[in-house]
């Protein structure tokens, strides 16, 4: 169907035609001889806009939060984060596995927060029974909780607690811009409590690849090595860049578009019976919908769904995800509910 609405994820749009024009014609060179003009240009940019002394490309979101608790925590460390995160959930374990590094999960809360004094019960006494807690690692915004982003004050708790115990925070900032445009506070703001942040290009801002990493210039220059031995050493990678860098330019000021077609879908869905949607909680671009037990089941409904040239993503037996994204319309968010609602009244 060439009308296909696909709200699966911000991760399947496609490259603006000025992105295309800036990767034909993108300025390149070796990247893991460090001579790749556009790379440098996109690394720079990245920095300067969160205000960190230096960021690295890599190829992908995963490779990103990787790399930096690598680079920030030595084998047998331990790192707290949530039971719902990003990297706990969706990155193979690649801590543990590739790292040796020990996950100690605490509760999410509905809104994607630590708790700060769970952060504090988590934090291991100088033992020799124990690892060394060496990192907390947020997620801003946070995909399991509806999206929601974590607002300043919070993260300065954060912040000043791990700095009273000598821990680092790193920053799952996938969405980051999101987080900033959901707030309406400077991205720059967000990431300063952070000792590193990561962030991605092809999630919500069109870029067909690539993420940064932010942080001081002694800690990149660490995952820089770590970026290499993970196979993320890219040669004329500039081509990527060049979209990563209109994708700043022009992209992230129209993130709030996409936020008002999330919550005008996530309004008008929970108006159907037999679904259920936390309004309140649609801050961002992503739209949770749980479903009754007298309804077929997720997998069910998003088939009947893309029968109708929409597309959706089942996250649990009795849930489904919704994200908008561009150049989805208001005129989409409406068939997409008129697709639900004849689901519904064909159940």
Do not use: W
């Not at 460090?34 to 996109?42: S, W, Y």
């Not at 100088?126 to 919070?154: K, Q, S, W």
């Not at 679904?275 to 009947?304: E, F, G, H, R």
Request: aromatic content about 4%; proline content about 5%; glycine content about 6%.
């Amino acid at each position: 169907m060439t009308d296909t609405i696909d709200l699966r994820s911000d991760t399947v749009t496609q490259p603006t035609d000025t992105m295309r024009r800036a990767m034909a014609y993108a300025d390149v060179g070796d990247n893991v001889f460090g001579e790749d003009p556009t790379v440098k240009q996109l690394e720079e940019t990245a920095a300067d806009r969160l205000k960190k002394e230096a960021a690295l490309f890599v190829p992908s979101g995963t490779m990103a939060n990787l790399a930096s608790v690598l680079s920030h925590c030595n084998r047998g460390d331990e790192i707290i984060l949530g039971h719902l995160s990003h990297i706990f959930i969706y990155e193979q374990g690649g801590c543990a596995a590739l790292g040796g590094i020990m996950p100690h999960t605490i509760a999410n809360q509905p809104d994607g927060r630590l708790e700060p004094a769970d952060i504090l019960g988590a934090i291991r006494e100088d033992n020799v029974h124990f690892p060394r807690t060496r990192l907390i690692a947020l997620e801003n915004t946070h995909n399991r909780c509806h999206g929601m982003p974590l607002p300043m004050a919070y993260l300065q708790q954060v912040a000043q607690l791990a700095a009273d115990r000598n821990l680092k925070i790193h920053m799952d900032g996938a969405r980051i811009f999101n987080a900033a445009a959901a707030l309406n506070v400077p991205v720059d703001q967000l990431a300063q409590p952070a000792d590193s942040i990561s962030f991605c290009l092809s999630k919500g801002l069109c870029a067909p690849a690539g993420s940064l990493i932010c942080g001081k210039q002694e800690f990149i220059d660490k995952a820089l090595r770590y970026r290499k031995v993970l196979g993320g050493g890219m040669r004329q990678s500039g081509i990527l860049a060049a979209a990563g860098l209109v994708a700043l330019q022009e992209m992230t000021d129209r993130l709030a578009q996409d936020h008002e077609n999330a919550h005008r879908l996530a309004c008008e869905l929970a108006e159907i019976d037999g679904l259920t949607v936390d309004v309140s909680a649609c801050q961002t671009n992503i739209v949770y919908i749980d479903i009754a037990p007298a309804l077929p089941p997720a997998v069910d409904m998003a088939k009947a769904l893309a029968d109708r040239g929409i597309l959706v993503l089942p996250t649990s037996e009795r849930q489904i995800r919704a994200v908008t994204h561009h150049p989805i319309s208001r005129r989409q968010i409406a068939r997409a509910v008129d697709g639900f609602k004849d689901v519904r009244l064909s159940a």
